[in-house]
């Protein structure tokens, strides 16, 4: 048990709705749960442990386990994973995030591509790394349901699938509500602090969400999702 | 200097960007600015120097202001503001969040309304306090072009303002896309955990925004944005 880092094979999932997913949908992943000692055994506790035995793990009682990893949350069973690799799916819709820096937000944009049903999501580096207990957390556990692949360069993502491409930049002159998605697509965002790159107009057709003067530009999560939301009802 | 506290008359704009947005805004409110003695002395610094001098303000340059209300962040311009009361517009269509909890939430969905076009938010109690540093610094300063209003119960909001209500709800079956949205108008959004509850049904139209299974609910704010997005484009 040590705090997380990056370059480990494992990973840990923080809470028990979280644990719930990873059992759910990625339980060969699974390498151990750790419990509170102060967890409320209520039904869903049950549940779990019932769900555990069937895979052939005892959770194991720790409260070490929880100051370590999550000293102030209010979180009382981990679930530690071996990280996997996941292969993007050709024939689906992809979500393109570039440089995403903040893990709520990656986790935040998970969790809403699972509802509006996007299940592929490529992420080109620099990035915050999506396998940390942060992304893990607040994806809701959206990300054992997803294929989450990694890139060093747009040109890596763009040798590997022909989705035509459609770049959200405040510089684009076509309003997300004039556009039509042509499938296979991939909706592609920038970074929370910067935006896109102005070569990404380039690449393909450029999209704006049009919003008041009054803001600078949405917050990364909103804009994906209204993309998601919008982009799934034009797909032509 | 101290600690924000709920009770107090005044509370404090967190950072250069947040700051600015007050003293565009609401330049009466403003009681001090403080400017930590490592800042980048950049463009907007002097812009910011400029702007406070023209309202008569003298910013003071102090470390401790940042150990007592930024210990841990990036964060090197505060503002100190008055708080203020803000009556919403019967005119113009409201956001209506009933006890929302988490300060994120609330900023980033006051963010997006200014985006999306929508001044006016009522927020029913129990709920974060809509003036704490966090949700001020959450909104990216948008807090200072809206309107803001508390209010104890539903019914209270109901006393003042005819406006007919759109409850979001899981347990809605009138899809958002077949909505018509009659203005004047309110929507409403629930609880982060629980959501709206069960009798809000019963006070207007209610509404749901449709997921897939693989989720038990979209993220407030996700939720909020996706609202707020749609019904400007179904209102009739």
Redesign the interface.
Known sequence: MKRYRKEYEFSYALGMTVTFELLLSRPKSLRAVYVHPAVTKNDNYFKLIEKCESLGISPTESEKAFNILSPKENCFVIGEFEKYSMALDEGEPHIALVSPMNAGNVG?IM??A????YENIAIIEPCTDPFSPEVVRSS?G?IF?LNVEVFKSIDEYRARFEHKLYPFMLTASLPI?QVEFVPPYALVFGNEAHGLPEEFAALGQSVI?P??D??????L??AA??GM??AR?RTV
């Open positions: 935040t969790r809403t699972l509802g509006l049903g809701m959206a349901s509500e969400i919003c008041t009054k803001v600078d530009s949405l917050n999560s909103i999702a209204i939301y919008e009802k």
